[in-house]
């Protein structure tokens, strides 16, 4: 995220930080596109939710999950708790914080080639015991609802251009959920647990060898949940992603935004997500 987070003033992330035992002044570093990021010594690396995408309890749960698995598996790069025991910790009424160790080495970005040592990273984590209370990776897009009553009815946009385009492709919409629907009833059976999002932008490369980062989507679910993202293949968990990724930006489009970068970024994937279906 290129801007700083609206509504998240400076010492209410300084006072998050204390509650982990970090006094250092937190510098912002503009990566990844969804949560907000700062680094302090390059000892701590932050990530700040925003609470009105990414629901409180959900993020404790996957958070707790993922400090679980590092018990197990090298690779997790998993949260540190605070004073209290938390790995996540509320800001204020609309941010929530967790704090990570900061990882030497260097990440790639979205949609570069992934390792293939990353391959070998999920079968192990696949195979892995599922701590108690993994939760379980939704197969049908979160915002499904909202998101089919917004093509029979539109309605008002904050974005008017982002409406033009969405109205312009309702029955390409209409259709990937049909599709969608008939794609999720040939899912295998199987349910172990998935990263998530192991595209290369989560994989870093360190002296001590590939890490995994970003456990906010862990989940029970089939394996090529994970797989398609790094050589396999799938027309459900491709598909799906296209269209959660609109259901998000619709969201973000519809809603009071400033007009910033970030706000240029969201209009142009979800523009390119929507030509793309």
């Known amino acids: 995220m290129r801007d700083l987070p609206a509504g ?3 010492h209410d992330l300084r006072a998050g930080l204390a509650r982990f035992g970090i006094t250092g002044p937190p510098v912002y570093a503009p990566v990844g596109f969804g949560d907000y990021h700062w680094t302090v010594y390059d000892r701590w690396f932050t990530s700040v939710s925003d609470l009105t ?15 679980s698995l590092a018990e197990q598996l090298p690779f997790v ?13 509320l800001l204020n ?11 030497m080495g260097k990440a790639g970005s979205f949609g570069d080639p992934v390792h293939p040592g990353v ?27 909202a998101l089919t009553a917004l093509l029979d009815e539109p309605g008002e946009w904050f974005s008017d251009q982002a409406r033009e385009v969405f109205v312009a ?30 595209h290369a932008g989560n994989v870093i490369h360190s002296p001590q060898g590939l890490c995994l980062i970003d456990w906010d989507t862990v989940g029970l679910a089939p394996p090529e949940r994970d797989h398609w993202l790094v050589g396999g293949y799938s027309a459900f968990y491709s598909l799906r992603r296209a269209v959660n990724d609109i259901a998000d ?17 969201t209009l142009h994937y979800f523009t390119e997500t929507l030509t793309n279906l």
């Open 53 to 67: 995408a990414k629901p409180l309890a959900g993020l404790r749960q996957a958070m707790e999950t993922a400090a």
């Open 8 to 10: 998240l003033p400076g």
């Open 119 to 145: 391959s070998e990273l999920l079968t192990a984590l696949h195979r892995c015991e599922p701590p108690a209370d993994t939760p379980v990776a939704p197969i049908d897009v979160p915002a499904r609802a």
């Open 249 to 265: 930006f619709t969201q973000k489009l519809r809603a009071p935004h400033e007009q910033s970068r970030d706000a240029e970024l």
């Open 169 to 198: 492709h309702t029955e390409i919409l209409h259709a990937a959920l049909t599709e969608l629907d008939l794609l999720a009833g040939q899912l295998p059976d199987e349910r172990v647990v998935t990263h998530g999002e192991p």
């Open 77 to 89: 790069v998993a949260p540190v708790r605070s004073d209290d025991g938390e790995t996540v910790v």
């Open 93 to 103: 009424d609309r941010y929530a914080l967790s704090v990570f160790p900061y990882v």
